[in-house]
């Protein structure tokens, strides 16, 4: 956990396409869970998901500031999706 409602996983030996096919997976099957809000009503949840890619010899920081600003580009355009980090998303 990161914070809030944020959370990291780090997949080593992983590249972006299969990073990206495990984000999308987990979105899914979580968005098909119905959970239980309480008197009979139930609700379903989304996800935004950031993806990012470490660089040899950056700093770990790097890494999470990238995938935070993939994360917000997945929640600026609408939510609900998987955003990987583009190549030059520390200039953002």
Known sequence: RIGGDEFAVTMPHTDLEGAERVAERIRRRLGEIPFDAGGGKLFFVSL?????RYIEGEPGESLLTSADQALYLA???GRNKTVIAPT???SM
């Open 48 to 52: 935004s998901i950031g993806i990012a």
């Open 75 to 77: 929640k600026a355009q």
């Open 88 to 90: 030059d998303c520390k």
